[in-house]
């Protein structure tokens, strides 16, 4: 496909707008009564299962898809990030999260050099340096331990971490690990944050992070400004070089600062701030909260599915999947919104977290090329734990519009509990509601008029 053809002049998207009458004079009912449909719409990988019978499609509207992603090149365009190209072309840069939670021994290059010795070597500073905060070999101005930490960052400087420490706070090892320890973040710029972020903290026992690539992030360098006065002004200026560090490529702004560039760490232009929760912006923080160790497990997670995403066939790819279907959702069947539905409390900041990390990206109304699309692109996300949505905006989900959901259970609560005299668990009971809420949305109940 030349890069002038639009995705929507090729011949498997016309055939999709084709398929699309097909689909939507059968009910999502009938479809489910199609056993050997429904068993082609489940697949697993790492502990990961994906059941997507419930989307209004069948086995001709995947293959179709899938013919999609061919024309689309997307094979190609995936070993083309792997590989370090540019794929950023309005930054000319490579987009290499994927280098991030890479194992050691990895060869990711950009602009032909492997990236990954450096990645690790950041890594490893901060493994040594959590560990120095957390077992008090490294004190603050007074002598006293730091035990508290606020970093201060905004946008992908601050949702993904978020989400990931909420998702820590309930886990009973993340717990043991972080006992006697705070993580709290900053990142408006309304005044009322800085107060509740700093709520009952002691600035002789705080560490401050400052999460800004170049060190000119507005709102959080006011915010860095409000903190550092308000060490200073308990502990004296010469406190700032002990309670703060830095997470930043500019270490010329962060010594004027008045940080010492030895306390920053390090992340790169090809590091794209949404993507950037497994960067020091993310690693940083959680570490110094739960310990290196731990998070290092979560890397591992997200290196996982970085390599089913660029080795799996794409008929059973998740990433790819939830891709498609989301393109044929939005562009195709017309629905612009989808509903991102945890049934996991410790998930609670997952819906803002995918908010930017798929609405800053895919959010455009042009191609890659600058070309005005003649198509509905990106969604928009939304979203809350259940059944707390349940008693929310479930009710036009039933009764007004259609708004594809995503469904997340897990299979084991971080928390069980067992009430004598109840017939099911707490959890169990939460799991029911996870499997009725999408068939009930499936199945649906036919109107009587009287």
């Not at 406190?239 to 997470?247: F, G, L, P």
């Not at 660029?310 to 059973?316: L, Q, T, V």
């Not at 109304?365 to 198509?375: A, C």
Request: net charge negative; hydrophobic share 40%; proline share 5%.
């Amino acid at each position: 496909m030349a890069s002038s053809t639009l995705i929507c002049e090729t011949q498997p998207w016309k055939a999709l707008k084709a398929h699309v009458d097909d689909i939507k004079k059968t009910h999502l009912r009938d479809l489910m009564g199609d056993s050997e449909r429904c068993k082609s719409m489940m697949l697993e990988f790492d502990g990961l299962f994906l059941d997507y019978s419930r989307q209004c499609g069948n086995q001709d509207t995947m293959a179709k898809l899938l013919e999609l992603a061919e024309a689309a090149h997307l094979k190609e365009k995936i070993g083309k990030m792997y590989s370090g190209e540019h794929i950023n072309s309005t930054e000319d840069r490579s987009v290499l999260h994927v280098a991030l939670r890479a194992p050691r021994d990895a060869v990711i290059s950009s602009d032909g050099i492997n990236v990954v010795p450096e990645v690790r070597k950041v890594l490893d500073k901060i493994n040594e340096f959590s560990e120095k905060i957390r077992s008090g070999s490294w004190i603050g101005a007074t002598g006293k331990a730091l035990k508290d930490v606020v970093a201060v960052g905004i946008g992908g400087s601050f949702l993904g971490p978020l989400f990931v420490h909420t998702a820590l706070q309930t886990d009973s090892e993340a717990v043991a690990c972080g006992k006697g320890r705070q993580l709290r973040f900053l990142a408006n710029v309304d005044p009322v944050d800085v107060a509740k972020s700093i709520a009952g903290l002691n600035p002789e026992t705080t560490l401050v992070v400052v999460v800004s690539k170049t060190f000119t992030t507005a709102e959080t360098m006011l915010n860095a400004r409000t903190l550092r006065e308000w060490i200073s002004a308990a502990l004296g200026p010469q406190a700032v070089a002990k309670h703060m560090v830095a997470v930043s490529t500019n270490l010329a702004f962060v010594e004027q600062f008045g940080i010492d560039p030895n306390n920053a760490f390090a992340f790169w232009d090809w590091v794209g701030g949404r993507y950037s929760v497994c960067s020091a912006v993310g690693v940083l923080p959680l570490s110094l909260q739960y310990g290196f160790p731990l998070v290092e497990k979560f890397l591992k997670g997200a290196s996982s599915i970085d390599k089913h995403f660029n080795s799996a066939p794409f008929e059973k790819n998740i990433p790819v999947l939830l891709g498609l279907l989301s393109v044929w959702n939005v562009s195709f069947l017309g629905y612009p919104a989808r509903a991102i539905l945890p049934y996991c409390q410790a998930l609670e900041k997952f819906a803002p977290h995918i908010q930017q990390v798929s609405m800053e990206s895919n959010g455009k109304g042009v191609s890659i090329d600058g070309v005005p699309l003649p198509f509905e692109a990106g969604e928009i996300d939304f979203g809350e734990p259940g059944t707390n949505g349940q008693h929310s905006f479930y009710q036009l989900i039933h009764q007004g519009r259609v708004i594809p959901c995503d469904f997340i259970g897990v299979v084991k609560s971080q928390q069980p509990v067992y009430l004598k005299g109840e017939v099911v668990s707490n959890h169990d009971e939460l799991m029911s509601n996870f499997f009725a809420q999408p068939d009930a949305l499936a199945y649906g109940k036919p109107w009587f008029v009287f």
